[in-house]
């Protein structure tokens, strides 16, 4: 079927050069920039058969009236001319950034007479360096405190620098020791420039020249018996191991790099950025970004590190700077990077293994925590649950408000240990006192599943006001406290899309509710699916609605993988338990031994017997019992580690 957007150009007069392109709407308002090595190519990818287009794409073509393009001679020129575009439309389909704060820097302003070091959130004082970001304001502080007790540099305002050096009367921060400037009337200006250049230097990652002069000096002022100095140097060195005591050494000491975590899901992004220097982490900066149009992997990295740098000083773009993983464009970034530094050369690289692929997986896990933190506040929000509840009626054509939804979905491992999860939100919230957990039997079928959970779950409803009637009479009426399972919800959610959401109408229409609204969430475009409608609902990207909706699938997930996990380890517990000889202790040995059930499994009685503590009768009881017992997926280590961690720690 051939796409009906009217304003399509023709084949042959999109050019096969480098360049940059913009979708507008009927307004002229810029919806998206890109960029394309090849803009025939590219741009042949957004005319294609709607009905092929990602989601988000097909609504950002079919908003727009035009599309217009500008060749470029390179590919770096491209991108230098993406990211102007970018900055200076803010087009409505291309990432949005939030950054989680403004954080606070130190800056030095190197472009005064006599330079000062302050803390500041202002990126745009002229010529100043900075370092940073610190997480809180104080962290900034108590740096400066113990740097000026070795780089005595100027701490006081303009105003009060001014007045010191045209009256010759030292400024009050100097009089009390605060301030080291030329204001202070004990250094010149050109001694104080000097002293600058060391606080940049050792600031930038030089510790150790620092540290190694101090000492040396110290061990000199001791021999010749100066002790006061001696005592002075011991201070110093004092204070910058305290200073560098507060940033552990993460790599080596002549490291510098860049480094971004990165986790991301269908709707947003959460951003990590470790500045390292001299091999410790001296600054972190966190964002997250709200996605418009299907933005993933290399094409999201490459736009957080134009970001990052579009507007950075040469001197805060590092040698090297890490990434999960490389942007599809990743020769031409390297180059602007290189234009933006000054010539000097830029590597962008993936962390394959050693201290720096620890590091990348912190800073990964922080991302990850960032942005399930992100959409819980987000959840969490009253105006923006009221909103999601709002937009939930209309979307889904309810009558009322939402105000008690549950979420299934259903879990298994390769076909077996097949479980499932209830969790419920009311008011927007999650009320965890009512979450429920199925062990499902008798099928492996994700639909099968769903009706028979479904089945069992609303059959509480009904033997709840069977049990009413019993209690109480027309007569004598007597108010009975619900149990909590037998609360009605206004929204039943499945995780899943079309055949999903027709095996939970199918268990609503068994079990006479039908009164009771329903809706699956596909995760691969996030669809909202209703029963019998052969079309998703497509619910806005930034819709507080869509947001509520994950969060109750992701919930509903988290919470089934916990029970599977559980039922796991206390299957192979229970196999392990019933082998006489065989306590809590030699359990754990045994699994931290082989690192997974699936591996001792596999293991022959030779094998078995190296473990400390394990003889060969009970090598080959174990191995026997084990071929007996039926293989429920332990291909897991994680399980098996958490067994072991978790076993007691007794004497079997």
């Not at 794409?57 to 770096?76: G, K």
């Not at 993933?296 to 507007?311: H, K, N, S, T």
């Not at 990743?330 to 050693?354: F, K, N, S, T």
């Not at 009253?382 to 909103?387: D, E, G």
Request: net charge neutral; aromatic share 6%.
């Amino acid at each position: 079927m051939a796409s009906p957007l009217s304003y399509r150009p023709k084949q042959g007069e999109i050019p096969t050069n480098p360049g940059v392109y913009r979708f507008r709407d009927a307004d002229g308002r810029v919806l998206y920039v890109g960029k394309a090595k090849n803009l025939r190519a590219r741009l042949s990818n957004y005319f294609a058969p709607l009905h092929t287009l990602h989601e988000r794409t097909r609504r950002m073509v079919t908003t727009a009236a035009s599309v217009e393009w500008t060749v470029v001679a390179t590919d770096v020129d491209s991108l230098q001319l993406e990211y102007m575009w970018i900055k200076e439309f803010d087009p409505p389909f291309n990432v949005r950034y939030r950054d989680d704060k403004s954080y606070p820097f130190m800056a030095i302003t190197l472009a005064d007479e006599a330079p000062r070091v302050l803390v500041t959130r202002n990126r745009r004082i002229r010529g100043a360096r900075y370092f940073g970001p610190y997480p809180k304001v104080w962290a900034v502080h108590d740096t400066i405190d113990q740097l000026i007790k070795v780089f005595p540099i100027r701490t006081c305002s303009d105003s009060s620098y001014k007045k010191a050096m045209q009256t010759g009367r030292p400024c009050f921060p100097g009089q009390i020791g605060r301030c080291g400037g030329p204001c202070s009337m004990r250094v010149t200006v050109e001694e104080h420039r000097a002293i600058v250049d060391d606080f940049v230097a050792f600031m930038a990652g030089g510790d150790q020249r620092f540290r190694v002069d101090l000492t040396a000096r110290m061990r000199e002022a001791a021999a010749a018996m100066d002790y006061e100095a001696a005592a002075v140097f011991r201070d110093r060195l004092a204070a910058i191991d305290a200073v560098l005591s507060r940033s552990a050494l993460v790599l080596g000491e002549d490291v510098d790099l860049d480094l971004f975590g990165i986790a991301e899901d269908e709707l947003a992004a959460a951003v990590q950025h470790f500045v390292v220097r001299g091999g410790r982490v001296r600054g972190v900066r966190a964002s997250t970004i709200e996605k418009e149009i299907d933005i993933e992997g290399g094409e999201l990295i490459d736009q957080v590190l134009q970001r990052a740098y579009g507007e950075a000083a040469p001197t805060d773009i590092p040698r090297r700077i890490l990434v999960p993983a490389l942007p599809p464009d990743a020769a031409e970034l390297q180059e602007w990077l290189r234009e933006r530094r000054g010539g000097r050369p830029v590597d962008v690289q993936v962390a394959q293994r050693g201290r720096k692929a620890d590091l990348m997986k912190t800073a990964s896990l922080n991302a990850q925590q960032a942005l399930m933190l992100h959409k819980t506040r987000r959840t969490s929000d009253y105006v923006a649950r009221s909103q999601a509840l709002t937009d939930l009626q209309e979307a889904l054509g309810m009558s009322e408000a939402p105000l008690r939804i549950e979420c299934f979905d259903v879990s298994h491992l390769s076909g077996t240990n097949v479980v499932a999860s209830m969790v419920v939100f009311e008011d927007g919230l999650p009320r965890k006192d009512q979450y429920r957990s199925f062990s499902v039997t008798d099928t492996t079928d994700d639909t099968d599943s769903i009706h028979q959970v479904l089945t069992r779950r609303l059959a509480h409803l009904d033997r709840d006001e069977a049990e009413a009637e019993e209690v109480g009479t027309d007569d004598a009426p007597v108010t009975r406290r619900r149990t909590r399972f037998a609360y009605p919800p206004q929204l039943l959610v499945v995780d899943g899309g079309k055949p999903q959401v027709a095996a939970a109408a199918r268990a609503l229409a068994d079990s006479g509710h039908e009164e009771i609204a329903l809706c699956g969430l596909a995760k691969r475009l996030e669809e909202v699916w209703l029963p019998g409608e052969e079309y998703p609902v497509i619910l806005p990207r930034t819709s507080e609605a869509l947001y509520l909706l994950q969060r109750l699938r992701d919930e509903a997930h988290r919470f089934a993988i916990r029970h599977q996990r559980g039922t796991r380890r206390r299957d192979i517990h229970s196999v392990l338990e019933e082998i006489p000889g065989l306590g809590a202790e030699r359990i754990r040995v045994l699994l931290r031994h082989f690192g997974s059930v699936a591996a001792l499994r596999r293991a022959d009685t030779a094998a078995i017997t190296e473990v400390k503590g394990i003889g060969p009768k009970l090598a080959a009881t174990i191995h026997s019992r084990l071929q007996e017992s039926p293989a429920a997926d332990d291909s897991s280590t994680d399980a098996s580690q958490a067994l072991a961690a978790s076993a007691p720690k007794s004497v079997g």
